[in-house]
């Protein structure tokens, strides 16, 4: 004896089976995903959430100051006050002015070794592969205390040399210290920028640099006009990598005060941020780190929207 199925129902059968093999598929994908959004939710979004909120009060002090310090809801009060400050503001444009000298360098030069490396008659190209990452590999504080012996008035082999020709070099004067810091991080950084952008002149099929030689064009000629645009994404990469990176500098200037003493603790605004966290003010540091890191947003994005509107118009 058969059983009688409506059409209608045999038809819908596979797809409430289609349906419930979708759903068991997203839950165990969801299961897989669970710990990651746990940590994303508890050490991402939380901190910056209890930062936006710290930076709506107000720490006070009554009388000489020696009391214990009330803190009261003041809405925008803090962010009036740090864009006021003009050592605040100071920092930022400073590290402004570093980033787009030091950046623009940095990456020229990544670009130049990557090139060296990718061209056939290059010779040693593992070791100097390596030898241009090395830098990279040494720990930042490391790189910094080296740079920081390198510029130190009584030990600086630089100030020796110039003292010999009759040139008074203090590298850790105030006018030089935003070169010696720029020198440093592109010292420490051009060696990382550079295998990034040496693997995808890697990823560049070989047949385009080979016609393009057939045709008669110079290895100057193919690296301007094939292998730079090519390696376009991987340029826009290092630049908002870098752009993040100095609005975040710190580790620098901080070894590199040991020697300036002149490096004002609100160098950078990371340092202002940090000296509002050693005197006790949280929601001051957090309103700085917050309209820190609404600076880095905006730059990193409207560079992203200026290459994607000139990538449009070509």
Request: proline fraction near 6%; include cysteine; aromatic fraction near 10%.
């Amino acid at each position: 004896m058969t059983t009688y199925v409506p059409p209608a129902k045999a038809a819908d059968a596979p797809d409430r089976r289609a349906s419930r093999h979708t759903r068991r598929r997203a839950r165990t994908a969801l299961l897989f995903l669970a710990p990651f959004i746990a940590l994303f939710l508890c050490m991402y979004l939380a901190p910056i959430a209890y930062t936006l909120y710290q930076s709506l009060f107000q720490q006070k002090r009554d009388g000489l100051g020696l009391s214990e310090p009330t803190t009261s809801f003041s809405g925008l009060a803090n962010y009036a006050q740090a864009l006021g400050d003009e050592g605040f503001r100071g920092s930022l444009l400073r590290v402004l002015l570093i980033g787009a000298v030091q950046v623009p360098l940095m990456l020229g030069a990544a670009l130049a070794l990557a090139l060296l490396l990718d061209a056939k008659r290059t010779m040693f190209k593992r070791f100097f592969r390596l030898a241009f990452f090395l830098p990279y590999a040494l720990p930042g504080v490391i790189g910094a205390l080296m740079w920081s012996y390198l510029v130190a008035p009584e030990l600086s082999p630089i100030s020796a040399l110039g003292r010999h020709v009759g040139l008074h070099l203090d590298l850790t004067s105030d006018g030089m210290l935003a070169p010696v810091i720029g020198n440093m991080l592109t010292w420490g950084w051009t060696g990382y920028n550079m295998l990034i952008i040496y693997a995808a002149l890697q990823a560049i099929p070989a047949e385009l640099s080979e016609a393009a030689r057939m045709d008669g064009c110079s290895a100057f000629s193919i690296a301007w006009r094939i292998k730079i645009p090519m390696v376009r994404p991987a340029l826009v990469l290092t630049t908002v990598f870098s752009i993040i990176g100095t609005a975040q500098l710190y580790n620098e200037p901080s070894i590199l005060r040991n020697v300036a003493p002149n490096l004002s603790s609100d160098y950078t605004p990371i340092f202002a941020a940090y000296g509002a966290v050693n005197s006790g003010n949280f929601p001051y540091a957090a309103t700085q780190s917050v309209i820190l890191a609404l600076l880095t947003l905006v730059l990193s994005f409207g560079f992203l929207k200026l290459v994607q509107r000139k990538g449009a118009d070509l």
